[in-house]
């Protein structure tokens, strides 16, 4: 789950805190039970925070246990320098914890450490209530997984395959930005050893694969011309280069230009982009890497981190259509769709009973095979971090994708692109706003409702956030 560290703060009188000391523990006892008993590391302060000296050091050594998030306990009234002094040996964002046990003026001690910090400008989440109540327990248990998401970010590293595709701007973002503000490096990596890895990548591994595919899809469309065993494992191959140029590099995230020098002369990277982002391929099962089509690089963020806080792999997609009359979103792409939405199983088998690989179409005279389903009904959270005049902010929603009976699918895919992968969304967000003011073509989804983690990123990060409904 998440390391979180836990430390009590206590009044700076030595006859009251004598007094305090065994309630505080107490009290703190039942939180850190709690929180382990949500599956939580807990590293609990080794000291009750009574003196200003204390404040700092039992603060510095809960910090270096490189915790998530760390939490001030108020079960009492407590000093607010102590809070201050506290805060400042230690880096983690803070949740400040008041126990609501009206015996004691714990509320009262929240209140004035958080007034404190508010002075200083120090970012910090507020939460209250029983230290056994799973509803605070679920509340810090949110604030710490949106932290490992946003430290997942620091010291990780984007492959870039390729630049700017098709004069796509919403694709690219500032290096120097991404640096300051996330802690992110950019690898670039001409498209170019891409080609040269996969004409020398393991051909019967290639082999292995493609059969693999013909042996559990829906259908392995062949015709001979833009789809062919040659050019499947092709794309199979490339998949292959990637995979090794990821290990090699240290690579935690990337994305593939593609169009259009791959597209016109090599192959398309569907088949690439989507096993990349399944949690498995023909080998068996393995962590998700997170790979943008276009080579979006706020696309890329926005999937790693919802990737770190929805712990499943996410979907990219361009909004294709609305069609008005049903109140849906055709979210259709020809990159990667992962098979894993087809079904969202545990078993690739039943998911790519799902999936067809059809000839890529006209945009793509060098051919390959798209990877075509219809993505699994249920609740999703989507969005995207996007910039307005250089500055980021999160758009946000939730939404519900659909499906229908065999000849309602295949009327709206016709509408569309029937080859592609669709994900038929209802969104909680009125159509004329979201074409008002959605700031890109590409859309992310995790399946659940993971906005108060992605509240707490944007909390976190400094991140302006635009959450849509139709209240």
Known sequence: MARIGVISISDGRDHVHARNAGFIQSKQDA???ALRGAGHDVVVGD????????????????????????????SVWAFPHFTMLAADATRSPLVLVASTDPTEPGLVGMLAAGGALDQIGRRHARA????????LIATIGVHATASAAVRSLHGSTFGRFGGRPMGMNTAVANTDQWMRRFGIDVEEIDQYEL???????????????????????????????????????RQIRSYLAIRDIIAERNLDFSGIKAQPELTENFATMDVTEAFLNDPYDWNGPKEPHVCATEADMDGALTMQIFKAVAGTPVLFADVRHYHADRDIWDLCNSGQHATWYAARSDDPAENLAKVNFYPEVFF????????????????????RFTREDGEYRLQLMLGEFESYDDE?????MNQSTPEWPHAFARLDAPGELFLSRFGANHIHAVPGDHRPALRAVAEQLGVRLEEWTRG
Do not use: C
């Not at 209250?128 to 509803?135: I, L, Q, R, V």
């Not at 309602?408 to 709206?412: A, G, H, K, S, Y």
């Open 31 to 33: 939180l850190v039970a």
């Open 47 to 74: 000291d009750l925070v009574a003196t200003n000296a204390l404040a700092t050091s039992v603060s510095r050594k809960v910090a270096a246990a490189d915790v998530d998030v760390t939490v001030f306990y108020y």
């Open 128 to 135: 209250w209530g029983a230290p056994d109540d799973a509803e």
């Open 195 to 233: 080609v040269l890895r996969a004409e020398k990548a393991d051909a019967a591994e290639a082999r292995k694969a493609r059969e693999w595919i013909e042996q559990h899809a829906a259908g392995v469309h062949y015709d001979g011309t833009k789809l062919t065993p040659e050019l499947l494992e």
């Open 364 to 383: 793509f005279p060098a051919g390959g095979a798209s990877v075509q389903h219809i993505a699994a009904p249920g609740q999703m959270t989507l969005g």
């Open 408 to 412: 309602t699918n295949q009327t709206l």
